[in-house]
């Protein structure tokens, strides 16, 4: 985290109300600042065909946008395999080499209630000239502990109609099936299907302050797990404009239709929670609305969100550099240093990416570097390696690594103000 003579620091607790309205009490005592979310999801369900996650071998698909959709996805496939997408999360089963093309399209909300059903996740549009998908892999949000999987089917949406298919297989994050032609394909589940937790988001959006202004607003987003987040951006790129997305994985448990809260510590007039209290819809249309939003009338330096194990449902320490301590007077290492925390917080995975690839082409890293980067799967600790691995290399490697990322994204290298 970083630390600044003009800093302060908060906590934000989301959590449910009191057990009155369908919740508990929660306490006061925070735990430490670390973050300590439970992995309180439960264990991929098994058959003796079931290959295990560890299997998927995960590809970024070719992505075809302009600034009036979402675009298409092109997955070029070269031999047999589970292949995962990084953006979507659908797996494919390839019995041989092929280029599948797929995209996100609307539900039709009246179809299904003809049917009694309602979505359980995106609609995808599925086309594969060579005919070379065997199986399909929908990423689904329920949790099996509750039996939420028994109430999910797969919903085949043709020009002539919809049916209703019955899972070859249902694992902790995927419906499977068999499949001979393509279109859409999306998960359902009964309307009167229970409110049993499912596995969820909370995606954050920071828009921060311009001067002479101290306001800042920081939006909370709760959503399915399942939602493609590169959706959400896209739409409230649309509609907010410019802000900054902080990618961090934030997964929770939460409760459809049930009423949560997000509270901070100290509770002052200087950060402003708005509205008390939001339901989660649990449901995958307006997703990109958020439930709360954060108005911070000073400038702060740290938010801590925390999740304690007995009274909260979610934690996280988030840190938001002030915008008005500058680093025009400190060297290239020193500014890296100053931003340390935040560039570690704030820097997205395929920012990550291109960046290393950058730095072992202007020769700041080493291959060697490079391979023990790409070694960590956790984004935090690679982020950490690759800031301290050139930060020890001088001012002219963290030169580099500066004027490479204000190409590859303006909006975060403004908010580290590395300028």
Known sequence: MVSTQDSESSNLNFHEPSEISNSVNRSKDLPSLRTTLKKDLTQAASSPDMKPQSCFEEFTPIITADDSEDGNYLFQCSSAGLYQCSVTGLVFDMKAEGDVVYRTVPWNKRLLAQHHKKPAGPLFDIKCQQQSVRQLYLPHCELISTGGGQFLKVA?????????????????????INITGFSGFGIVKDEDSPADPIQAMILLFYKPPVDPHPRSVLSVLLVPRTVVIRHVKHT????????????????????????????????????????????????????????????????ITDINLNKSSSTCVWERDLCIFSPTVGTINLSPSERLLNTRSCFIEAISGPVLSSLIDKLLEKKVITEAEREAADAMKNRGEKARFVIDTVRSKGDDASSDLINILRELDKTLFEHLRLN
């Open 236 to 299: 409230r790129s649309k509609l907010i404009g410019e802000e900054m997305y902080i990618d961090i994985p934030l997964r929770c448990s939460l409760f459809p239709k049930q009423v949560y809260s997000l509270s901070t510590v100290p509770d002052d007039d200087l950060i402003v929670v708005q509205p008390n209290e939001a339901e989660f819809h649990g449901e995958y249309l307006n997703s990109s609305v958020p439930s709360f939003q954060v108005i911070l009338k000073t400038i």
């Open 156 to 176: 085949h949406v043709k020009d002539e109609g919809i049916e209703f298919i019955r899972p070859h297989q249902i694992t902790e994050t995927h419906v499977v």
